[in-house]
């Protein structure tokens, strides 16, 4: 997008932010991008152009080789504790002193609490939480204990401990799952940021989204396939984009 074209945008999308009370933030592994944290399915870079979900994110990778997925899950860790929150992260808290804001994530790294954000629903659960395998124990691993290896057991029972994150085949949260439909129903103004739209069913949030009555930005560099549908497009990164609109709404 041209700077003039992107300026415009900017300040349309800023006026719909303006006038909002309640307003739902829809995020994806691309907010957490400039924090060092690799994205999905980006090619070349994305964690799928590299890895086989169906090795690592899957409860059947889990049974078959567990040592494996654990290494994949502590050297993402790792990476997120390194990185932390960017601007992006800090201008959604920054946000909420504003405006009635529900973030609903797909992402698993924690980044938003980390950066104080309080409202936040995970979808895909959280790469600090682990649980066990076989009994109830589940715990919070402090960010600052990033320097794990090797498996995890239950301190209850012995049995593996897992990361307490959605693996394909398996449900999401129904706690979170609800908070994001009475956000959906509730809000102003909807912002979409970082996101590739593809996963389901946390891209059918979108898809309501776009068709609600409520105004949509997206905040992505790159075209989605709700990019054409959404009210507002932002053509740039989210540490950029997102101050940016905060910038807006406190002069
Ligand atoms: P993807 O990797 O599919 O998409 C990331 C998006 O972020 C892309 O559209 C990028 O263009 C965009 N992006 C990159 N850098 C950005 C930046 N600086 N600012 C804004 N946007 C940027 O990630 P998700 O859509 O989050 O599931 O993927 C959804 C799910 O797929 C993940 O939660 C994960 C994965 O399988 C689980 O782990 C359960």
Redesign the pocket.
Known sequence: MSGAGYDLALDQAAEALSAAKRVLVL?????S??SGVP????AQT???ARYS?ADL?SPEAFAKDPERVWAWYHWRRSLIARGGPNA?HHALTEMANLKSLQIVT???DGLHQAAGSRRVAE???NIWRERCSACDFHRLVPMAEAEGDGLVRCPDCGALLRPA????GEMLPATALAAADEALAAADCVIV???????YP?AALVDRAVAGRAPVVE????D?PVSRRVTHRLA????R?LPALVAHLTT
Do not use: D, K
Not at 165 to 168: G, K, L, Q, S, T
Not at 193 to 199: E, L
């Open positions: 995020s994806g592994a691309g907010i991008a400039e994205t999905f399915r980006e994305g964690l799928w979900p994110a992006g797909q992402n698993v979808l895909h659960g994150i959605v693996w394909f940021v970082g996101t590739s739209n593809q996963i946390a905040i992505n560099p790159e989605t740039a990164p989210a540490s984009a």
